[in-house]
């Protein structure tokens, strides 16, 4: 007789990816059902929700209404506001009312944090995002992101300053992207390896795809926006003309940081923003994009640097710090301090 409570060795492998959802795949982590465990599984899943909804509303670009174009104001940063750019953010913040998890959410596109009061009794937890990245690429159908960090709250935070978030990012207990490609899938880490879930439209889940990513030591690929040499120092200059004259080597920039970074972390290779001139600390934020992505790329084993410093160990002196960033495969980063630190 067959054994009717099993299917063949090859549906059940599929079977078994499919039920390794993100929450489930949290607690797997932590291995035991703390509260701790529960709290951040719970806030895995809102992070998760948020991306299905940002994806749904993607796809349905240039059917609907406000997916598309600018809003005509102004953020905190002094760049155009998206439709999307607005909208995400938006979808963060009702994600996480009424959820118990997070006191505060801060995000590149507000000028102070956003506390919902009902949940700070209890949420122990501040969630930094940048709700849209790369949202120039919206209107040309090309891939953009969403970028977290998840930080410990010190303190009551009486005064509404969100002082304790001055601190390196060290301090973070997780973070991770979500792309939004050809599919969509969310990367994250809580320090204990890098882990990739693609999202099953189907049944509306994020399914694991690929456990404990390693970024390759070396990798071909070199991503920086080439169209601002002259506004470089000159070591940074030397570099570029150095990997022009390695055999090989292979330029690759999206414009969108999310989807440049997750290419370096499966092939490996290097990202590079520079400061520029009359910007000497780049363009990217520290407590939004720099260090979310340190962390997640040193968890799979490669480098985040400003050149002189690692992103980890930069303390931002405000809310919106900028940093400059080279990150990748530690090989590459190696070489590209060697320029900047001969």
């Known amino acids: 007789m067959t054994d009717s409570t099993r299917l063949n060795p090859a549906e059940e492998i599929v079977l078994g990816r499919d039920f390794m959802t993100l929450s489930q795949h949290v607690l797997s982590q932590f291995g035991t059902f703390s509260a701790e465990a529960y709290d951040l599984s719970a806030l895995m899943g809102r992070i998760g929700l948020a991306g299905k909804t940002i994806a749904r509303h993607l796809s349905r670009a240039g059917l609907a209404e406000n997916v598309l174009g600018v809003t005509g104001e102004i953020n905190v940063q002094g760049e155009a506001v998206k439709n999307m750019d607005r909208y995400a953010n938006r979808v963060f913040l009702r994600a996480f009312e009424q959820s118990g998890l997070v006191c505060r959410l801060a995000s590149e596109e507000m000028e102070e944090p956003y506390y919902i009061p009902e949940n700070c009794p209890i949420g122990r937890y501040t969630l930094l995002y940048d709700p849209i990245d790369g949202s ?15 930080r410990q709250q010190e303190g009551n935070d009486e005064a509404g300053e969100a002082l304790d978030l001055l601190q390196s990012g060290r301090k973070q ?33 994020f399914i694991l795809f690929q456990e404990n990513i390693h970024i390759p030591a070396n990798g071909s690929i070199y991503s920086v926006n080439e169209g601002n040499f002259w506004q470089w120092e000159e070591p940074m200059r030397e570099y570029v ?15 969108a940081l999310v989807a440049d970074i997750h290419r370096i972390l499966f092939q490996g290779g290097v990202f590079l923003y520079p400061g520029m001139v009359g910007h000497e600390d780049g363009k990217l934020r520290l407590l939004y994009e720099s260090a979310p992505l340190a962390f997640l790329i040193e968890q799979a084993g490669g480098r985040a640097t400003t050149g002189t410093q690692d992103i980890l160990d930069v303390i931002p002196k405000k809310l919106h710090s900028r940093t400059p960033l080279f990150i990748g495969s530690s090989e590459n980063v190696k070489v590209v301090e060697s320029f900047l630190n001969p």
């Open 136 to 150: 120039s690429n919206i209107d040309v159908n090309l891939a953009i992101g969403s970028i977290f960090s998840i």
């Open 173 to 205: 207990i997780g973070a991770g992207y979500i792309l939004y490609g050809t599919s969509t899938m969310l990367v994250y880490s809580l320090g204990k390896g890098v882990h990739a879930f693609t999202l099953d439209p189907s049944i509306g889940e």
């Open 241 to 255: 003309r150095y990997i022009h004259r390695q055999a090989g080597n292979t330029a690759r920039y999206s414009g």
